[in-house]
């Protein structure tokens, strides 16, 4: 026994180590990783990754109906999110000249840029008071000169002062709110110095919902800091929200999905494992009425458990979205080993054998069925190493060989623990009461074409709506509901004109790109494309000419020295007061000519004083509520404002209008996007009308675009990104599960078959899965619980599981050529090693993840079915077939008149 003993101990202690210390089991949670590198739409991403940069975006979602709190919020994080180099790149929150490079202008309509001139040129009295000042005092002190020194009589000064009352009502509203915020304030910007309405900056921002949505978008550095870069935007998202609150926030995209549904999927399979593993203790604990032999055959299960992690460490090193369930599956499955061993050990004992006889003959009769259910279930895992789905094999390979695993101990130390300690009296017992299993399997084994014919009408009454089972593609439905990731992702395709994902079309030139450009544009499911063929190659002597002109109305500006020293809260008070005069006299002004003439032409002109006088107001209030502290948020306020102005500025002044846009002009985060690093590939980023995440859209938007630009599926151009990965990742994945099943029962018919030598015995034992394969997708379609990418693993399991209660009831009826099962101690094992199995998979059902969750469901229903038409159907069939005169084998039957181990109901 020591020889048995010891070496599993140092084992296990060596499999905890390599698990938890070093190498250490990993996580995966790039669903990416999950396809073979091998298949050709998996090369042609791969490619695009590594030529466009194109790590998986990060994005931001604020949310809420004060449009300016969502600006706020943006600009701190966006400046946050710029500062942190090590983690995040291509950042983008707004379109701000300053962002968009020397050539930001070509980037702009003709019509747009010959606005920006008009706007210059009417606002020019004001941008020269503007640029001489050095912070909020002196600009309202030019402002008040002004007004003092206005005539009263139309005139282009008073027009382009009238003009300016919205921007300093919003530059003096902002400052006031800097004062109720923590951390460093943004700038109005460029809109609230020209008065830009609600829609023009909004085009300034990415937008969604009519600006009710603002979004930031930035990338990783490399796939590999995915992880980090998560939790960090969480960290700095946490951070702005402090400074802003009152608003809705949370982060989405590839990254986070998958990040999340890792964590989450860890912390479900955590529980499961735990719950599944408690309660299959005690179902062993009740179900035999002790808890010695049970505990012993526990702790055997956590030492093949830890021996299967240290298995799936040094052979995967890792584990995925897949794999990630395999541990609460083999609590319930591995069990059954001891479930099986142990009622037979106990049913001999009561035959009167000696510990060492009884074992030795579990070991010998049950221990056939054992191995041959060990095998066949694993085969069913193993059978999954033969598909092209990557994560799939290594589902199979950590799952198969793990039950493997689980089998070596189960049957070298199991024997040892069992035949120490102290033993139970009353094992040499004999039960004198006929026990109720026996009565309860009479009322089928006496009506076997009674039960045939129950089973047909139940297996018509599933295939009615077995036949109507969909399948779910969509993988945002495999997410938990609640996890924030996957709201505010629904949010964006509810709120959005056009999914937010996007197929990607490599060219290899930019005439392509445009001809490719301008297909795409005509195909009905195409809702938009992001391209920069069009500004490298469009004519630009047009905007060349209008971005001249706008250097030559800004050359003769310069601004003054900026003021960064604390403001005088006194003087800047006394300055907004005698603003607010002025701003009194003329709104007394313009009432009292209104109310003469009886027109309303100056109303707009009015509101607009009138919120510039609130405003003063409010700012008055809250300076003086605390003036030291005001002093100091005021300094940061004006040095934001004045220097945005001032880089905003410089950066018109220096606009290169020497030549057209060229790649090599586009700034990094369009560069990276749609230049590839050789220069010599070109991507349109085509957007669907509809959302893809539904597959019959996914469907119609990516066969569009291959049948329209790559008709005889040559390969060129590329045609790839999440649309295209979602669509072939989803068929590949249900076309694998699909390929194990038969490979599953290919196997598992040839090992049945080398057991018993008898193609009979191979229908009979598949009899149980095939009745309770077609119970199980009824009562899915009865239900209305469709198949999705994590419960189509029931498939190949079902048919791995379900088989083995076959062949230990034909192990027993070869050995005493018998149908009578329930009363005897393998009936009693197969019911309760089904309920360990139920148990294991039915702990997943507690899981958030609603894929985790189905997968759970079914295989709990399945594991039943199976069960059930095991016990019943199966010894009915026997009991038919040994009336005429049929029989399994050429063992003799056992001397012993079997019985079952001692239940609940038998005394001890």
Not at 575 to 597: H, K, P
Not at 622 to 631: H, I, T
Not at 673 to 698: A, C, E, H, I, T
Not at 801 to 811: A, D, F, K, P, R
């Amino acid at each position: 026994p020591r020889l048995f003993f010891y070496p599993q101990l140092l084992l296990f202690i060596a499999s905890v180590f390599v698990t938890a210390v070093k190498p250490k089991i990993q996580f995966d949670t790039s669903r990416d990783d999950l396809v073979g590198a091998e298949k050709q739409y998996h090369k042609n991403y791969l490619r695009y990754k590594k030529e466009f940069l194109a790590q998986d975006e990060l994005v931001a979602v604020v949310e809420s109906e004060d449009t300016e709190k969502n600006r706020q919020f943006v600009e701190r994080l966006g400046e946050r999110l710029i500062q942190e180099t090590n983690l995040f790149t291509d950042v983008i929150y707004n379109n701000d000249v300053t962002m968009l490079g020397d050539k930001a202008l070509l980037f702009f309509p003709e019509k747009d840029l010959k606005e920006l001139l008009q706007t210059l040129r009417d606002y020019r009295p004001f941008i020269q008071q503007f640029v001489q000042a050095t912070n909020l005092n002196s600009l309202f002190r030019l402002v008040n000169h002004q007004f003092g020194t206005a005539r009263r009589e139309e005139n282009a000064e008073n027009r382009a002062l009238a003009k300016a009352l919205p921007a300093m009502e919003r530059i003096i509203s902002q400052a006031s709110d800097s004062l109720q915020r923590p951390g460093t304030p943004p700038s109005p910007g460029l809109t609230a110095l020209f008065n830009a309405g609600k829609e023009a900056e909004q085009q300034m921002y990415v937008t969604f919902a009519d600006g009710r949505i603002y979004i930031v978008t930035a990338r990783p550095r490399s796939d590999d800091l995915n992880d980090q870069a998560v939790q960090r935007l969480r960290e700095l998202v946490a951070q702005t929200k402090a400074e802003v609150p009152g608003i809705n926030v949370g982060i989405t995209g590839e990254p986070v999905l998958e990040y999340d549904e890792m964590a989450q999927s860890q912390h479900d399979t955590a529980v499961a494992t735990i719950v599944s593993l408690v309660l299959v203790a005690l179902i062993f604990i009740y179900g035999y009425n002790e808890s010695g032999r049970p505990i012993k055959a526990t702790i055997c299960l956590i030492v093949g458990l830890a021996y299967t992690m240290a298995f799936a460490t040094l052979v995967i090193g890792h584990l995925n979205i897949l794999t990630i369930t395999f541990l609460p599956m083999l609590v319930g499955l591995a069990i059954d080993f001891g479930v099986h061993l142990v009622t037979r050990y106990e049913e001999e004992l009561r035959q009167g054998k000696t510990e060492p006889q009884a074992l030795g003959k579990a070991v010998v009769y049950t221990g056939q069925g054992i191995f041959t259910g060990c095998f066949t279930t694993a085969g069913a895992f193993l059978a999954m190493a033969l598909t092209d789905f990557k994560g799939i094999r290594e589902m199979g390979i950590i799952s198969g060989g793990g039950l493997l695993i689980c089998l070596v101990p189960m049957m070298t130390l199991l024997p040892v623990l069992l035949l120490r300690g102290r033993q139970n009296v009353l094992d040499h017992t004999f039960p004198r009461e006929i026990e109720k299993r026996a009565r309860l399997e009479k009322m089928w084994l006496e009506r076997p074409l009674l039960v045939t014919g129950i089973t047909a009408g139940l297996c018509l009454v599933s295939l009615v709506k077995a036949g109507r089972v969909p399948f779910d593609y969509n993988l945002l439905h495999m997410q938990s509901k609640d996890l924030p990731a996957v709201v505010f992702e629904q949010k964006l395709i509810d709120s959005a004109k056009q999914s937010v994902l996007y197929c990607a079309v490599i060219a290899r030139s930019l005439p392509e790109a445009l001809a490719l450009e301008a297909k795409i544009t005509n195909l009905t499911a195409v809702g938009s494309v992001d391209s920069m063929a069009r500004y490298l190659t469009e004519d630009q002597a047009g905007k060349l000419g209008l971005v001249g002109e706008v250097k030559k109305e800004l050359a003769p500006i310069r601004f003054a020295e900026l003021d960064d020293e604390p403001a005088n809260v006194a003087e800047l008070s006394a300055t907004l007061w005698y603003l607010q005069g002025y701003v009194g006299f003329a709104t007394t002004d313009i009432e009292r000519e209104n109310d003469g003439s009886g027109k309303e032409e100056n109303k707009e002109v009015l509101d607009d004083f009138k919120s510039l006088d609130r405003a003063i107001t409010q700012l008055r209030k809250r300076m003086l509520e605390d003036p030291q502290l005001a002093a100091k948020k005021l300094a940061a306020f004006q040095l934001a404002l004045f220097s945005d102005i001032r880089e905003t500025f410089g950066a018109l002044k220096t606009q290169d209008n020497r030549g057209p846009l060229r790649a090599e002009d586009l700034p990094p985060a369009l560069r990276h996007r749609f230049v590839s690093k050789s220069g010599d590939l070109f991507l349109l980023q085509v957007y669907p009308k509809k959302d893809v995440w539904q597959r019959q859209n996914q469907e119609e938007f990516v066969n569009q675009l291959r049948n329209a630009l790559d008709p005889r599926n040559t390969g060129t151009p590329i045609v790839t990104g999440t649309p295209v990965q979602l669509l072939e990742y989803t068929t590949l994945l249900k076309n694998s599960y699909e390929q194990a099943a038969w490979y599953s029962l290919a196997a598992i018919a040839f090992l049945v078959f080398v057991h018993f030598r008898s193609t009979t015995c191979v229908i009979l034992s598949l009899l149980p899965v095939g009745v309770g394969t077609i119970w199980m997708v009824g009562f899915m379609g009865w239900f209305d619980i469709p198949f999705n990418p994590a419960n189509i693993m029931t498939l190949p399991l079902v048919i791995g599981i379900g088989v083995t209660s076959g062949i230990h009831i034909l192990n027993r009826f070869a050995e005493e050529r018998k149908p009578s099962i329930l009363a005897k101690s393998t009936g009693k094992a197969v019911f309760i090693s089904a309920l360990t199995t139920i148990v294991g998979f039915g702990s997943l059902m507690l899981a958030k993840h609603q894929g985790i969750a189905s997968l759970g469901c079914v295989m709990a229903v399945g594991t039943t079915t199976c069960m059930v038409a095991a016990l019943t159907f199966l010894p009915a069939i026997l009991n038919l077939l040994s009336h005429r005169g049929w029989v399994l084998g050429n063992k003799k039957p056992s001397d012993d008149n079997a019985q079952s181990t001692l239940g609940r109901e038998e005394p001890r």
